[in-house]
């Protein structure tokens, strides 16, 4: 028997809380693994409250991230005793997540944890730091180096926009932040920013075309922000989105992209090849001051995880939020 988050479907809704499940035996190219630490992300939150038909069947073990070690495996690439990273894939939404002991999952799911960073570290980085890497490393793919001019970063408070001001700011890039909690400035200069933008000067009906502003952006939010942001890029300037918490339409125009040239760069983690997830992972490895890191974590004990979800869609949380399962692995 396993402790884990199960969410359940009755005739009333969903239900979220500590059961014990059961996992059946290991099969060719799966792996288990002792989960060490998971997380809790926006998406989980969602699931978690049920306010997002997030998991798309039942019961489910919530969790889109979790480090650990290989208990057995089935896989020709890792054996037990591997540390190993897991980001999306659908677990979470369509099989279990990362939020239990243990984790039974497809073995070319797993990216095995770069030397130097420890269980708890992968998790304070997450699904969202790896995403911050996967926008950063689009920008300079399109060419957009620290001479170009300053990068806007949205959703500044929350884990992807943290990670990527710290990423940012760590390579030489000027850092304007966005965020609707003006008083935490201090917070987010710390993490390397240079500017901070009241979300408030964003969110109004955006302009086909605006003043051009910044050489490019990590847009987290999506909507009314986004489109505001595309209206302000300078010419021939990128664009990486992968949050939609402001919304999933995009009230703006063809004008930025073709009168300005400007690239909106979609940015998608979970389904993201493997070999550009070891490549973001070795350079979050490299590139992510973990000193920073640490400034941005908070810990929340498995059994407190549902009464803490709500607080993402409350707008209440900075930063990240790592889940203890097992700390004392090595």
């Known amino acids: 028997m396993t402790r884990a988050i199960l969410i359940e479907k ?19 190219g799966e792996v288990a693994v002792d989960v060490a630490w998971s997380t809790l992300n926006y998406k989980d939150a969602l ?4 306010a997002a038909p997030v998991v ?12 650990g070690i290989v208990r057995e495996s089935r896989h020709p690439e890792l054996k037990p005793g591997d540390r190993v990273v897991l980001n999306g894939w659908g677990v979470g939404e369509t099989h279990w997540g990362g939020l239990a002991e243990r984790a039974q999952l497809r073995g070319d799911w797993l990216v095995p944890l770069p030397g130097g960073v420890s269980l708890r570290q992968a998790m304070a980085i997450g699904t969202a730091g790896y995403t911050a890497m996967l926008c ?6 399109h060419g957009l180096t620290p001479a170009r001019g300053e990068i806007v970063v949205t959703g500044a408070m929350g884990g992807v926009g943290s990670v990527a001001v710290a990423l940012l700011a760590a390579r030489g890039y000027d850092v304007a932040a966005v965020t609707g909690r003006p008083a935490e400035a201090d917070y987010l200069r710390a993490l390397g920013a ?3 933008i009241d979300r408030a000067e964003l969110t109004g009906k955006a302009r086909p075309l605006g003043k051009e502003r910044w050489a490019g952006a990590i847009d987290a939010v999506g909507g009314a922000v986004l489109a505001n942001v595309l209206s302000m890029i300078r010419y021939r300037g990128v664009v990486a989105a992968c949050g939609l918490a402001g919304g999933m339409e995009l009230p703006t125009s063809v004008a930025p992209f073709i009168l300005r040239g400007v690239t909106l760069a979609g940015i998608d983690s979970v389904m993201c090849p493997r070999t550009e997830r070891i490549e973001a992972w070795n350079r979050l490895a490299r590139d992510l001051d973990m000193a920073k890191l640490e400034t941005m974590v908070s810990e929340v004990a498995l059994e407190d995880v549902v009464a803490t979800a709500p607080e993402f869609l409350e707008g209440r949380v900075r930063g990240r939020i790592v889940v203890p399962i097992a700390p004392g692995l090595a």
């Open 10 to 28: 009755t005739e009333e809704g969903q239900t979220a809380g500590l059961a014990d499940v059961t996992f059946a035996p290991v099969a060719e």
């Open 47 to 50: 699931a978690l409250t049920g």
């Open 56 to 67: 798309r069947s039942f019961p489910m073990v919530p969790g889109v991230d979790f480090s």
């Open 136 to 141: 950063v490393m689009a920008l300079e793919a």
């Open 194 to 196: 240079t500017t901070i």
